[in-house]
């Protein structure tokens, strides 16, 4: 080899090792999550972990926590807004298992997981998968084995035979839609101290005619209000049809009650709560006859 090769070729050697020696590019940071949610139940829980600000749209009918930002609205499970959702670009989308959801056509926009919310033990389950989608599963721990302490805990066998139904603000009453017992709701009947008037699960919708509802003669009847801060006349005007009911023995035994607030129809965290306001209401009620 010539003398006067022999220094580029040094230079070529100590071009290549210095190569070697240099770091390596950093690895692209994982794309922040963003979360689509078609369920109310859903995105409460996803802001009770923590995950709120992951969250980019939400359903039609959600409520979110006090002080929240308004999030774009995409729909419901049922008609979701496909464009959109599309629109915002999401990372995974969300849902509650519902037989006539669109689940193939959503799933075309960004995976999505669905998850049951129909008993405890669902909701125990779809808590701690929301911690593992949302990269918080020990704040989900907690919240499920909270969720399975208070509501697994089942009324003594002389509590009170309670019929506990959707109310409506507008005073009518034509039928009545009660709370399953296998619900997350008749879970918390029964954790406030009650047993469910209706003691098996049937098929078919949760509904009864006024005169299903006299021949079932609960020992009380609580009327969730989906709403807060009624007056005294918007609360008499829920309570009004419950009054004429007069073959009703708990209706002539002042024995209808109204649970209210924003949240005591929700089937997400805000139930450990809605336990509370239904003991608060079982306690106001006078000895039974």
Known sequence: ?????????????????????RPAPPAPEPQA?????????????????????????????TVLP???????KVGT???PNFEAIARLKPTVLVDQQVK????????????????????????????????RLSGREAQATALAER?????????????????????????????VWYMKRGSLHGAALEAAGARNAIAEDGGGPPNLSLEGVIALDPDAVLVLVSAQGLDAEQQARVLAPWKKLTGLRAAREDRVRLVMGRDVESTGPAILDVVERLRAALGTLPASR
């Open 147 to 175: 969720l399975q302490t208070t509501l697994s805990r089942p009324a003594p066998k002389e509590a009170p035979r309670v019929l506990l139904v959707l109310g409506d603000v507008s005073g009518t009453l034509s039928e």
């Open 1 to 21: 080899m010539s003398l006067f090769r022999l220094p580029l070729l040094l230079l070529a050697l100590l071009a290549l090792a210095a190569g070697c020696q």
């Open 66 to 72: 006090e002080g929240t930002p308004d999030l774009p």
């Open 100 to 131: 006539q959801a669109p689940a193939e056509a959503l799933s075309k926009l960004a995976p999505l997981k669905v998850l049951p919310w129909l008993s405890l033990s669902d909701v125990v389950a779809s808590v701690k998968e929301l911690g």
């Open 77 to 79: 499970t049922f008609a």
């Open 33 to 61: 999550r963003r979360i689509v949610s078609l369920s109310p139940a859903v995105t409460e829980t996803l802001f009770a972990l923590g995950a709120g600000p992951e969250v980019v749209g939400v359903s039609d009918y």
